[in-house]
T-cell receptor
Framework: EAQVTQNPRYLITVTGKKLTVTCSQN?????MSWYRQDPGLGLRQIYY???????DKGDVPEGYKVSRKEKRNFPLILESPSPNQTSLYFC?????????FGQGTRLTVV | KNQVEQSPQSLIILEGKNCTLQ??????????LRWYKQDTGRGPVSLTI?????NTKSNRRYTATLDADTKQSSLHITASQLSDSASYIC???????????????FGAGTQVVVTP
């Protein structure tokens, strides 16, 4: 079954404590991307990757890092989380015209 | 300014009734337009996708239309069911061969609530 898997689904952390949200896809897609979703703002792109070792900033990259060392994985790293990064995060992968989203990670930074 | 505007922001409809959601975009040139359904707390799931040359696409009780001249799309839900309660998101891909995937433009979504 085609899947994009994010972990964890829920996370509460404290300001400044580094965290990583993992994302894995089993469809051999080249394109992967991270989004955050906040009430009234819709999905906003954080970073995307067009292939292994190829990443680029989206619309709201500040405070985030990503890596793409292998095709299936695209982790999102928050080196020093702040309360304004409290949000619902989605990972997505795509090939050609179809995009698949993960189930989301709800992050709370206190 | 967001290049994809959706309306209404939210709507409540009775079970069994029809409704139509609107999407206006300024992305140009564009490659394709998609409608996604997002249940609360879940990831978006694709409903339809249309290229600039298509003007209608159906998926069960969902019918999407596209007018590339006026840059408008609509999503029509027929005989709504309680399970249709969700956010519906319009997504437009610009026509850029090298990184069209990376530059998807998302609407803010229309929240639909279907009541018994």
């Amino acid at each position: 079954e085609a899947q994009v898997t994010q972990n964890p689904r829920y996370l509460i952390t404290v300001t400044g404590k580094k965290l990583t949200v993992t994302c894995s896809q089993n469809m051999n897609h080249e394109y992967m991307s991270w989004y955050r979703q906040d009430p009234g703002l819709g999905l906003r792109q954080i970073y995307y990757s067009m292939n292994v070792e190829v990443t680029d900033k989206g619309d709201v990259p500040e405070g985030y890092k990503v890596s793409r060392k292998e095709k299936r994985n695209f982790p999102l790293i928050l080196e020093s989380p702040s309360p304004n990064q409290t949000s619902l995060y989605f990972c997505a992968s795509s090939q050609n015209t179809e995009a698949f989203f993960g189930q989301g990670t709800r992050l709370t930074v206190v | 300014k967001n290049q994809v505007e959706q309306s209404p922001q939210s709507l409540i409809i009775l079970e069994g009734k029809n409704c139509t959601l609107q999407c206006n975009y300024t992305v140009s040139p564009f490659s394709n337009l998609r409608w996604y359904k997002q249940d609360t707390g879940r990831g978006p799931v694709s409903l339809t996708i249309m290229t600039f040359s298509e003007n209608t696409k159906s998926n069960r009780r969902y019918t999407a239309t596209l007018d590339a001249d006026t840059k408008q799309s609509s999503l029509h839900i027929t005989a709504s069911q309680l399970s249709d309660s969700a956010s519906y998101i319009c997504v437009v891909s610009p026509l850029r061969a090298t990184d069209s995937w990376g530059k998807f433009q998302f609407g803010a979504g229309t929240q639909v609530v279907v009541t018994p």
